[in-house]
C-alpha cells in the first residue's frame, strides 16, 4: 500500500520504518527534515506539508507530541485534513486529551473523512522491533483495513469499540497504571533498601514470582539500576502530561481518580527537583529521597 506518515519523532520513525521494511511505498513529513535521512535512504520519499502526505497516501498515520501538534498537523493550514481523499483514512497514534480526541474526530466526520485512532504501548524499542501493543477506535471495516499495516509494527492488535476516543481513553488508563506501578516499585525499593536488602534482590524476586508482567521486569530493571539518562528515555515531563490528561477524564466522566493524584504530585516533585528531562521512572529517587536514603 500508499503509506504516508507524519511525525517522526522516536516512536514515529521507528513505527513508519517497521512500515517500510513491510514493503509499502512510504511518504513522509516531519518538521525537521534531517530526521528522515535515513528513511529516505530506504525509499522513502520526503514531502514539504502533511497535507502533501495525505494527497498521495491511502492511509496516512500521524504520531506527534501532543493536542497542539495534532492539532496543527491536522486541520492546520496544509494539514492531513486539507489533502486526505475521501477513500483514504488517518490514523492518529499520539496520546491525546479526550477533548482533542473529540476534535479529530468530529473535525474528519465534518468533512466527511474516515478516521480512526490507534494508540500504542511500549517504547521506541519496541516499536523497533514490531512489538508493540496496539489499541483501535473507529469504523470497523476501516479498522479491520488497517490490521495488515497496524501488525507491521503491533504484535496484539485491540479494537476498543466504534469510537476512535474510546482508544484514547484506553491508553491513557493504562499509562496511569504504568505510572502508578513505578510509584509502588519505588516505594517497595525504597523500603527494603533502607531495611538493608539491595533492591536488585527484591527486583529478581518480585520477577521471578507475582509479578511477570513486562512493565515490572522492563521498568524495575531501569529502576534498580537507577538507569535515568540513556537515549530515548521518556521523560518525566511526557508522565506528568499524561496524568493531566487522564485526571481531565476523570472530570468528564465525574469519576474520582484518587491515586492519579498521587502519581501527578510525585510527577512534579520531580520536575521541581531538576529531573524533567530524565526517564520518568527516575521517581525512584524521590521515594528514595523521602525514605532519606542517599
Do not use: W
Not at 52 to 63: G, I, L, W
Not at 232 to 237: I, L, Q
Not at 240 to 264: N, T
Amino acid at each position: 500500500m500508499k503509506i504516508g506518515f507524519v511525525g517522526l519523532g522516536a516512536m514515529g520513525h521507528a513505527m513508519a520504518e517497521r512500515l517500510l521494511k513491510g514493503g509499502h511505498t512510504l511518504i513522509v513529513y516531519n518538521r525537521t527534515r534531517s530526521k528522515a535521512d535515513d528513511l529516505i535512504d530506504q525509499g522513502a520519499v520526503f514531502v514539504e506539508t502533511p497535507a502533501d502526505v495525505a494527497r498521495q497516501a491511502e492511509v496516512t498515520f500521524s504520531m506527534l507530541f501532543d493536542d497542539a501538534s495534532t492539532e496543527e498537523a491536522t486541520f492546520g493550514k496544509d494539514g492531513v485534513a486539507t489533502g486526505l481523499s475521501q477513500n483514504a483514512i488517518h490514523v492518529c497514534c499520539s496520546t491525546l486529551s479526550l477533548a482533542q480526541a473529540r476534535r479529530l474526530r468530529d473535525g474528519h466526520a465534518e468533512r466527511g473523512q474516515t478516521y480512526v485512532s490507534a494508540t500504542v504501548l511500549g517504547r521506541p524499542p519496541a516499536a523497533a522491533a514490531g512489538e508493540l501493543f496496539v489499541i483501535t477506535g473507529g469504523a470497523e471495516e476501516a479498522v479491520k483495513h488497517l490490521r495488515p499495516l497496524l501488525e507491521c509494527f503491533g504484535t496484539q492488535i485491540f479494537d476498543a469499540g466504534r469510537d476512535p476516543v474510546q482508544a484514547n481513553l484506553v491508553k491513557l488508563s493504562l499509562n496511569f497504571m504504568i505510572y502508578s506501578t513505578i510509584e509502588q516499585m519505588a516505594e517497595v525499593f525504597a523500603l527494603n533498601e533502607k531495611a538493608g536488602t539491595d533492591p536488585r534482590k527484591i527486583f529478581e524476586i518480585m520477577t521471578n514470582s507475582f509479578y511477570t508482567a513486562p512493565v515490572h521486569k522492563n521498568y524495575g530493571k531501569l529502576m534498580v539500576e537507577h538507569e535515568y539518562d540513556h537515549p530515548g528515555a521518556p521523560p518525566v515531563t511526557l508522565g506528568l502530561k499524561d496524568m493531566k490528561m487522564f485526571l481531565e477524564a476523570g472530570g468528564d466522566y465525574d469519576v474520582p481518580l484518587p491515586y492519579a493524584s498521587v502519581v501527578r504530585d510525585r510527577l512534579l516533585s520531580a520536575i521541581s527537583a531538576g529531573d524533567a528531562d530524565r526517564d520518568f521512572v527516575v521517581l525512584m529517587e524521590r521515594a528514595r529521597q523521602d525514605s532519606g536514603l542517599k
